[in-house]
Structures are given as C-alpha cells and as structure tokens.
C-alpha cells in the first residue's frame, strides 16, 4: 500500500510563506502524476495544484497562480509546494495526492486514489 505523508504545515500571517512537503513510501511514484488539494471547513476538496511525473508539466489552480509553486524530487521520492503571499482564504487541510493517470485542474477528488493524511494551514489576518 502507498502511504504518502505531508509536512511543513502551520500558523502564518497574510503575505508569509510555508514550504509543504509530501513524502511517498513507494519509488514507483516517482514515475506518476502528484497533485496538491485542499479541503477549508465546510467545504469540499478542492484542487491547488498538479506536476507530472517528469516535473516537465504543472497545473495551478487560478486561485494560487503566481503565489504557489509545485515542484518535485523524485530521487527523494518527495513533492514540494512553495506556498507565497498566502491569504486567509488559503487556510485549510492540504493534502497529497497521487494517481496513475494525468492530474488536472479539472480532476475531482473522488477520482484520485491515493492521499495523505493531510496537513493543516492557517493563515491570519
């Protein structure tokens, strides 16, 4: 079974900066398409982010466009998100996400197959 875990989430004000990380148990993944969701109260999960398996492709969200950035390091089976100028309205639970098919920004949650156990944001204001 993958197991995907997340770190780096936190407190922050408006206009700081948190680095996400998303570590998976297996190497295979390094061969698979990794996206970022996230999931505010009361709301559904929604997509933040995607890169492809060769980092040669990413997709963003327009709400985190120029402010966020996904990268990857498949040597260290790792998946990054520099998160910039954060808002309120980006404090939520983020999550990890990995498939075997292309991550879009219009795939939906309820068709990705793997996740982590999600890392919690907040920003104030």
């Known amino acids: 079974q993958v197991q995907l875990v997340e770190s780096g989430g936190g407190l922050v004000q408006a206009g700081g900066s948190l680095r996400l990380s998303c570590a998976a148990s297996e190497r295979t993944f390094s061969n698979n398409p990794m996206a970022w969701f996230r999931q505010a109260p009361g709301k559904e999960r929604e997509f933040v982010a995607a890169?492809?398996?060769?980092?040669?492709?990413?997709y963003y969200a327009d709400s985190v466009k120029g402010r966020f950035t996904i990268s990857r390091d498949n040597a260290k089976n790792t998946m990054y998100l520099q998160m910039n100028s954060l808002r309120p309205e980006d404090t939520a639970v983020y999550y990890c996400a990995a498939r075997y098919r292309a991550i879009t920004p219009g795939t939906m949650a309820s068709d990705v197959r793997f996740w982590g156990q999600g890392t919690p944001v907040t920003v104030s204001s």
């Open positions: 890169i492809n398996w060769s980092a040669s492709s990413t």
